[in-house]
């Protein structure tokens, strides 16, 4: 099974608070995890507005160093506008940045590692 990482778990292991989450990871062979290039952006952005951009880029850089980075695609936009429009048809809309890095998750073989924000 491949896991993608969302934005929260990926924080919660770059700032060391998730043990749990860095417990299964290191179970995992790094073939087997992934993060979204929205999920990269989203950490960026992070990143840049942090009191510590230098400091939180290297730990971003290292973090990100041995995962494979999956690109949003044709795929990925077709999924989001489906998802997006049957969520706001049920009164259940998550927001459009949400909705995208949902997105690439019904990939086959690919399961979301996240925590609640």
Request: proline share 8%.
């Amino acid at each position: 099974m491949i896991y993608m990482l969302d934005t929260n778990i990926c924080v919660a292991i770059i700032r060391r608070r998730a043990p749990h989450a860095l417990q299964r990871l290191t179970e995992q062979t790094i073939d087997n995890v992934c993060v979204s290039s929205l999920t990269v952006a989203e950490l960026e952005y992070g990143v840049a507005k942090s009191s510590q951009p230098a400091q939180n880029q290297r730990a971003l850089e290292q973090f990100l160093l041995p995962l494979a980075i999956v690109p949003f695609d044709e795929l990925d936009a077709e999924v989001y506008g489906h998802v997006r429009a049957a969520l706001e048809a049920h009164g259940q809309p998550i927001g459009a940045i949400d909705t995208l890095l949902a997105a690439p998750a019904p990939v086959p073989a690919a399961a979301r590692s996240t925590r609640p924000t």
